[in-house]
């Protein structure tokens, strides 16, 4: 290993940037319209992920930069499900044959939604796109203030098999600091509702690097969050984003953050946890008896399979993303509130028609394909199977990308011949490694982005 401390990526801040997506959407731009049926042609559509994005809160939280705005008038919702019922057909006569392996719905808060615009979700799911979330593997994202008995029954019988809830802290006055202000009794109902419901997987997130937190403030809402016996936890370091509430007086905390990100780690790794990636920790199977999350593993079960290198995604509703191999797509993309709601606004108005082509994203050429797929794969512990990249490629990756050689000199990755994987410093330095594997065409798009 070379000495440590003479590679930019271990010198420069440990949090440059998540790369949960490559490309960013900040490197999408204006498209020569497609129709939808040409750019879905030429693909495999037997395993496609589907998303629905739900753009409403109760609340804008002060670090958040999700595609959201809070308080919706109440006919805003209305209109926008029905918005959504336009593109579900206008997306399913494009592509009348694809079949879904995973079902996700996220936001912003997709709870926010009432019982009966949940039912009709899932029955037009269902009705139009085949997807019924009793065979196919399916994730809601929601907020404990939007949690009633009534939703969280009807996501049960419904067949749901993961919930995800944004709790971000146990500590009233960190959140009130971050400006998600939240009380813990409201907390407490939610995460019991949950439990008690025994879903397959309870998934908590949590923040570190809040204003006012400390190291043993951290521990103390790490501790609270496993009591509710969490399959899976998302540890997130706090990024401030220019045009979020918390951009304009917060510092950048990395010791902190580093600190808060070792010790979780250590404690979750030492009770029987398994580290995913960076940020997602997975209880190891059958630690949690009482719920039944037999069934939970993508890997051993004998349903349908998605595999986010190689299968695609239909996005569906404002602020969600699509992919195929070669092309990303989405429609327009902001941070500021005024914006947002200028983009839900012409995402109301579109006709069946409109919905059925791509004006806006990025087109992966061959290089582009070989970054995402390694991005994909080199910040998981899985890591990148060599053999798997090279029935994609027909090539090897370290010759395609020599950075790999690079790093594994450096201590951050390693190879054993078959597979590619981050070392423990690898792990907690994704957020500087990743971005490292960006392609100057794209760190060109991204920096030349005016944030609206
Ligand atoms: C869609 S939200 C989760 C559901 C729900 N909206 C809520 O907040 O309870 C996704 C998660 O991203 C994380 N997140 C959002 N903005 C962040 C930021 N600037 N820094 C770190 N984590 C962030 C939060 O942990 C949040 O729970
Ligand atoms: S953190 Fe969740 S509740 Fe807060 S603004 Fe973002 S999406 Fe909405």
Not at 187 to 197: F, K, T
Not at 222 to 248: D, H, I, K, M, W
Request: with cysteine.
């Amino acid at each position: 290993m070379i000495a440590a401390e003479s590679h930019p990526v271990l010198r420069s801040s440990p949090y440059q940037g998540y790369v949960y997506a490559y490309p960013h959407k900040t490197a999408y731009r204006s498209l020569h319209p497609r129709p939808l049926r040409a750019v879905w042609a030429e693909e495999d559509q037997r395993s496609l992920f589907l998303y629905v994005h739900i753009p409403f809160c109760t609340m804008r939280c002060g670090f958040c930069n999700l595609f959201t705005t809070a308080q919706p008038h109440e006919d805003l919702v209305t209109w926008y499900l029905e918005a959504l019922g336009q593109q579900l057909h206008a997306v399913r006569e494009a592509i009348p044959d694809a079949h879904f392996a995973r079902f996700a719905i996220g936001g912003g808060t997709p709870t926010y939604l009432s019982e009966q615009q949940w039912a009709h979700l899932f029955d037009q799911m269902q009705t139009v796109m085949g997807v019924d979330p009793h065979s196919v593997p399916t994730s809601v994202e929601c907020s404990p203030d939007t949690l009633t008995n009534e939703k969280v029954k009807l996501l049960k019988s419904r067949g749901v098999e993961r919930v995800s809830i944004g709790i971000q802290s146990f500590v009233e006055t960190e959140t009130v600091n971050c400006g998600r202000p939240q009380s813990q009794a409201v907390v407490a109902a939610a995460l019991n509702l949950l439990a008690e419901a025994q879903f397959p997987v309870l998934n908590i997130d949590l923040i570190y690097g809040l204003p006012g937190q400390t190291v043993d403030s951290w521990l103390y809402s790490l501790r609270q969050a496993l009591s509710y016996q969490p399959q899976e936890l998302y540890l997130y370091p706090l990024y401030v984003r220019p045009l979020t509430g918390l951009g304009r007086s917060c510092k950048q905390w990395d010791d902190v953050r580093l600190s808060c990100y070792r010790v979780a780690r250590d404690q979750l790794l030492d009770i029987g946890y398994d580290q995913v990636s960076m940020r997602m920790f997975r209880c190891r199977r059958g630690d949690f008896p009482k719920n039944d999350i037999s069934s939970y593993s993508a890997e051993t079960s004998d349903r349908p399979h998605y595999c986010c290198q190689t299968d695609g995604m239909v996005g569906l509703g404002c602020g969600a993303r699509s992919y195929t191999r070669s092309l990303h797509y989405s429609f327009d993309y902001a941070v500021a509130p005024r914006s947002i709601k200028r983009i839900i606004t012409d995402y109301l108005t579109r006709c069946r028609a409109e919905f059925a082509r791509v004006e806006h994203g990025f087109q992966l050429n061959d290089d582009e394909q070989k970054r995402r797929y390694l991005l994909q794969s080199i910040l998981n512990t899985e890591g990148l199977d060599i053999a798997r990249y090279r029935e994609r490629f027909g090539s090897n990756p370290v010759d395609d990308l020599p950075d790999l050689a690079t790093f594994a000199d450096f201590g951050l990755l390693t190879c054993d011949g078959r597979r590619w994987q981050p070392t423990a410093l690898g792990l907690e330095r994704s957020d500087a490694l990743g971005p490292w594997f960006f392609s100057p065409q794209v760190r060109h798009l991204m920096a030349e982005y005016e944030a609206q």
